[in-house]
């Protein structure tokens, strides 16, 4: 049974964060708070995390909205469906989210409080590099963050 709200708004509602973080669960209670604090924790504050679940059996989704009642202003539980995997999840996440920038994140990282700022700052260096309007992709492994 379908059960998304985006917190009964439209995404594109919200106020606009200059990112996306989207982040794609299943069954990752395990995990899954230790990487929201991370996220919650980043020194680039001009973001919006948009949480997905893929249908998980254990304590992921009690875990995630806890956390978003107490962070509403950065986190957003979208809901929760099957969907069958992590790809089809994160593309519906990116089906439902416009920002200018969108990062993406396994349930099971933790990021340094840097990475958001870290990434901004190397993709408008290339954005620089490249001319405006061209579309590019950073991998973050590769610039420490």
Known sequence: MMQDSFN???PNTFSAPSVAVLLATYNGAKYIKEQLESIACQTY????CFIHDDGSSDDTVNIVKAF???HSGHFNFV???KVY???NNFIYLLSHVTAPYIMF???DDVWLPEKVEVSMKKMKMTERLRGGGNPCLLECQSCRC
């Open 8 to 10: 009964g708004q439209n």
């Open 45 to 48: 504050q001009d973001f919006i």
């Open 68 to 70: 978003c009642e107490t």
């Open 79 to 81: 809901g929760t469906h």
């Open 85 to 87: 995997g992590a790809k």
């Open 105 to 107: 994140s396994d349930q």
